[in-house]
């Protein structure tokens, strides 16, 4: 596709639902990333996958936040037992360079809205 | 660990002014700086970037030069626009680890006419 597509765009869930966020990466890219962004604070680090590879979930808050990418393309971070505090706009980014650090660009997302009631 | 601070907003400037947003940040070796831009209902778009010290990155008549000897990377325009309004963030990778960006929390910039 021309872009990151995440889906849905607004997602509202009563506190202990289970929910998950699909991110469409651009294809070819071989790294995708997602971040949580809370109100009027920069996003934050989740986790990251080469390909089909997550080599990073430091970022996950809890055990109750899983993402996965089962065949290296699109991916889905699952939220279980919703909590208020989980409520924000989660970020995908894609990019293709698996370089390790340095400068590689991330296209981003618009994001899904999280609220929990 | 990494961090990157960015000034207090948000900032409300008329058009043509002068515009410059401070970032300073804190990482090991040699991070890779970005600004990345939010127009009102969009995703987050790469605005300039710069991957060593003394680059200066440009884009769209903003410019940011990276200064190590400050650890710094403020945004610049000479004339801004009304269309400039945007929520700007600070953001860096650092070398050595898997691309991911810290971001700063981001200022508002509103351009009245």
Same mark, same amino acid.
């Given at each position: 596709g021309a872009g990151v597509s995440q889906s849905p765009r607004y997602k509202v869930a009563k506190r202990g639902q289970d929910v998950a966020l699909r991110c469409d990466p651009?294809? !070819?890219?071989v790294s995708l990333f997602w971040y949580q962004q809370a109100l009027g604070q920069g996003p934050e680090f989740l986790t990251y996958f080469q390909n089909e590879a997550q +080599? @990073?979930? /430091? !970022? +996950?808050? /809890? @055990?109750r936040f899983f993402a996965e990418r089962p065949e290296g393309s699109v991916s889905t971070l699952k939220i279980q037992r919703t909590q208020q505090e989980d409520s924000a706009v989660y970020l995908c980014a894609s990019s293709w360079d698996r370089r390790r650090g340095g400068g590689n660009i991330q296209y981003f997302g618009a994001g899904t809205r999280l609220s929990v009631l | 660990g990494n961090s990157v601070t960015q000034m207090e907003g948000p900032v409300t400037l008329s058009e043509e002014a002068f515009l410059t947003i401070n970032c300073t940040y804190t990482a090991t070796g040699y991070p890779s700086l970005f600004w990345y831009v939010q127009y009102p209902g969009e995703g987050l778009q790469l605005l300039l970037k710069a991957t060593k010290a003394d680059d200066k990155g440009s884009n769209k008549g903003f410019e940011a030069t990276y200064r190590k000897e400050t650890t710094s990377f403020h945004l610049e325009k000479g004339s801004v626009q009304v269309s400039d309004s945007a929520v700007y963030f600070c953001a860096l990778t650092a070398t050595g680890a898997n691309s991911k960006l810290t971001f700063g929390k981001g200022i508002t910039l509103s351009v009245r006419p």
């Open positions: 651009i294809s !070819g890219h +080599l @990073d979930k /430091s !970022g +996950l808050p /809890s @055990d | -």
